[in-house]
Each structure stands twice: as C-alpha cells, then as structure tokens.
C-alpha cells in the first residue's frame, strides 16, 4: 500500500542503433511513455511497452498517454480515496478495469504503484513476483534483413557477442532459405522464429498454405514458430501444430489468463510468450506464468525494446521457475545508444543478471532523459 498523490507522465523519443523490420513495418525508434507515480511513501516507475503506431495490437504511445491521464489516473485517484489515501499494487488493476482495453497503458501504471510499494519495502521485485534465479539467459531478436548474407552477419555478430538464443522473423516466401542458411552457419545454436501472424489468410486453406511452408522448418531443429497465423485464429494454429513437429508458441493471442486457459485447451500452443503489457500487468503475468507451470507449458518473456526501466521488469519476471526458455532480453546497446537508466544492462557470459536493489532495482537518469527532450506532464490526484 503506497499513498499517491501525484503521477507524472514522461515521454522521450529514442532511436534503435538499427531499424527493426517485423512484418508489421520498420521500427526506427520508440516514442517511449514512462509513468512515474510519487506521494509521501516515495516514487516508483513504469514503462509502458506500446509503441509509435497501433500495428502490434491496437495500442500505440500517444493514445496510451491521453487514455492514462483522461481514465487511468482518475481512476486510480477513486481508488486512493477509498484506501484513505493509498493503493495497494495488487489492487491497481482492478481499480483500472472498470475501463476497457489499454492493457499496455494499465500495466505501466501498475508498474509503477509495484516499484514505489517495493522500494518503501525495500523489497526488490524478483523476490515479490517469484524469482529463483538472479541473471537469466540472454536472448535476441534479429529483424529481417535485405539479404541472407546480411541475415549471418548480423547473426555472426550476436553469438559472438554471447547472446544463447537467436529469433529471427520469418513470413511468408522468406521462411525457409534464411533460417535455413543460418543454422547451417550455427548448427548447434538455439534458435527460434516469429511470425507475427503473418501467415495468416481470410480463407480456410490459410493453415494448409503455411503448414505446407513451414513444414520445411521442421528439420531444422528449432525451439519453437511463433505466432504464424492471426492473434484470433486458436483454431487455425490448433490445426498447425497437428501438422507440424516444431512446437507453436503464442504471443499475440495471449491477453490474459483466461486466454491462456483457451489457446492451451485447445492445443493452440505448446509454448507461451509472456510480455508484461500485453496482458495488462506484470502480476497477470505471474499468474499466467502459474497456469502454464500448472500445465507443463513453458514460457518465455517477449520484448518490445524497452528501455532499462522495463528491462528491469522483464528481466526481473523471466528470473521465475517457468521461464525455461530464453527470453526476448538482450543488452541496452543492442537497442540504444544511451540507455535512460544509471545501470544499462550488460551481457555477462550471455546472461542478464536480475537487478538486486529494491523495486525494479535501477535508476532513472533523469539527466538522460533531459538530453533526450523528454517532454513532462504531471498530474495531481488530489
Ligand atoms: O528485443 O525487445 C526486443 C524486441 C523483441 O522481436 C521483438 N519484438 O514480435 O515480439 C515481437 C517483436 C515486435 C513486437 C516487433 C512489436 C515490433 C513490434
């Protein structure tokens, strides 16, 4: 229970040291939205994980800001005038969903309320939500590239690094050959592909037109295909993994638990990627962590380019018991050429080591963000 009375919103826009081409378009950068909540009991920080347009899912970094200071912040100002002037973190989400959608929006805030609840604890985050280790297993996502011989050397470049596990993005005519090319190059490399659904069709012949391509993908040796057909489409991906010997994990088609529940009754998925935004909240997070585990489902923690403030979370989720696979979690360099926090993360031996301090564990350098042009709104809840 922390008692709020002011919430800052913080926007900074930060450039990619590359562009990164998904499916879903090139990104050159974030219009990141931090959230800062502050009151009597001290301050505490959230990154919301949308990013510059509504093409991953249907929210994006300016429509996170207004619905955060229009509906969020109110509703958490009624939430603190019923607890006397306090919240407690487990209740944030609640107190927030009398308002629709906006998961990545609500998990910023939620955030943010759980790192000022910690850091008056002194309490740091991994041990609140589970963790048993403390570094986790460097992963990377690659975007696609022009060429194939780009592919491997950008590929070359993150093994050197130490990075254990490489993503790279597939779609459709530009699955095989590239992967293809890259485990010849690392036989023995963990490695794994994404989608984004981009395999998707209107009609039904969508699962036999992508089985009949990524059929080829299963002498490869690979993790797991991620998300190959629509965020909707439980069925069309059921259907897949029926055809395919390569596990299906999910991203986009898990928002809650109770989607989780559907995609795994279903035999949607055999593997799930957990992002802390795109469910709403980090202790949604857990507790779809829990279910997989409860299933023997492994997960794994997705990225959406955060800076270290939401690395610190995601670093610190992934350090729980059934996150078994690495995550979308790689350096502050490989996404920034400064990082917004005093502590960037390294690679050390190809892991991330979970932050030991209280909270999230790291500090926002507000220097930093000054540099950038971070631009400041701060509203008062009572
Ligand atoms: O390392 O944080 C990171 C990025 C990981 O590939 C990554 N994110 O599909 O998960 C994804 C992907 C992505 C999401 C890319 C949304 C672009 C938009």
């Known amino acids: 229970m922390i008692r709020v009375e002011v919430v800052e919103l913080v926007r900074v826009r930060m450039e990619l040291v590359t562009p990164f081409r998904t499916a879903y378009g090139v990104e050159h950068g974030r219009d990141v939205l931090l959230v800062r909540v502050d009151g009597p009991d001290g301050e505490g920080w959230g990154e919301c994980a949308a ?5 991953y899912t249907a929210e994006w970094a300016d429509g996170a800001a207004a619905v955060t200071e229009r509906f969020l912040v109110p509703a958490l100002a009624v939430a603190c005038d019923a607890g006397g002037g306090g919240v407690a973190a487990v209740d944030v989400r609640a107190a927030l969903d009398g308002i629709a959608g906006h998961p990545m929006a609500k998990a910023a805030l939620e955030m943010a309320v759980l790192d000022a609840e910690l850091r008056a604890l002194g309490e740091p985050l991994g041990r609140r939500l589970g963790a048993v280790v403390d570094r986790v297993p460097a992963g990377v996502s690659v975007g696609a590239t022009g060429s194939i011989a780009e592919l491997c050397s950008v590929v070359d470049g993150y093994v050197t690094a130490g990075y254990r596990r490489v993503k790279l993005k597939i779609a459709p005519g530009h699955a ?9 190059r690392h036989p023995a490399l963990a490695l794994q592909v994404d989608a984004n659904g981009s395999f998707a069709r209107s009609n039904a012949a969508a699962v036999t037109a992508a089985a009949a391509e990524l059929a080829a993908l299963d002498d490869l040796d690979l993790l797991l295909i991620e998300q190959p057909l629509a965020a909707d489409d439980l069925l069309g991906h059921a259907e897949l993994a029926r055809r395919l010997r390569t596990p299906i994990c999910l991203d986009e088609s898990i928002v809650s638990v109770a989607s989780a529940a559907v995609a795994l009754a279903l035999g949607a998925c055999s593997v799930v990627n957990l992002k802390p935004g795109r469910v709403g909240g980090l202790l949604e997070a857990v507790r779809i962590h829990d279910l997989c585990a409860a299933q023997g489902i492994p997960v794994w923690c997705g990225g959406m380019f ?8 995601n670093v610190a989720l992934a350090a729980l018991a059934n996150f078994t696979l690495p995550g979308d979690l790689s350096a502050s360099a490989r996404y920034y050429r400064r990082d917004i926090v005093e502590t960037p993360f390294v690679l050390d031996d190809g892991y991330l080591s979970v932050p030991p301090g209280p909270g999230l564990g790291v500090t926002v350098d507000r220097s930093a963000l000054a540099d950038l042009g971070a631009s400041s709104r701060v509203l008062r809840l009572r």
Do not use: N
């Open 306 to 313: 955060e800076t270290g403030i939401g690395r610190a979370a």
């Open 51 to 55: 990013l510059t347009e509504p093409r």
């Open 176 to 184: 095989v050959e590239p992967v293809r090319a890259v485990r010849e």
